[in-house]
């Protein structure tokens, strides 16, 4: 088979009728070893990111059953003080976000006591405007029933506070 292309790459001529054909041999295995090419390079870096997560996954562990008083055996002095430290360390933090978190709620608990408290000022003032509405028409009906002769006996409210 012949195959002439011009000076700018495009396809010329063909040199017999099955050019075609031997072309897209060519093209099916030329893009088929590149493709496999990138699946396997592809391939080969999911298996190492996988090796590394694994032996991440791993180390994570074995962290784990350190900090939960597990598998100390094989560890030396250095590596049990530094474990130490770790709960120290994390016991520290533990107590220093309780204590905000205690702070935070006292904050907000002050702030009810602040709101609750305007709101019982405000109710006594009104029962005590209430109350003076009150004593004025009760007084203006003592004033009313001894008018006519009868004298009613009204006896004053007894508070409850």
């Not at 054909?21 to 090419?37: A, F, H, M």
């Not at 530094?82 to 533990?94: F, I, N, T």
């Not at 003592?142 to 009613?152: E, I, L």
Request: positive net charge.
């Amino acid at each position: 088979a012949l195959i002439i292309f011009s000076s700018r790459g495009k396809l010329y001529e063909f040199g017999s009728v099955g050019t075609s054909k031997t072309l897209e041999r060519y093209q099916r295995c030329c893009y088929t070893s590149q493709d496999s090419n990138v699946a396997n390079r592809e391939t080969q870096s999911w298996y190492q990111e996988m090796s590394k997560l694994k032996a991440k996954f791993e180390s994570l562990q074995r962290s784990q059953r350190h900090l939960l008083g597990e598998d100390l055996g094989p560890l030396s002095v250095k590596e049990l003080q530094q474990l130490e430290r770790q709960l120290e360390s994390a016991l520290s933090q533990a107590r220093q976000r309780k204590t905000q978190l205690m702070l935070d709620q006292m904050e907000e608990l002050r702030k009810k006591e602040r709101h609750l408290g305007e709101i019982n000022k405000q109710l006594k003032e009104q029962l005590e405007a209430e109350g003076a509405t009150f004593r004025a028409l009760q007084g203006s009906w003592c004033s009313d029933a001894t008018v006519g002769g009868n004298a009613f006996s009204v006896q004053p409210l007894q508070s409850s506070g």
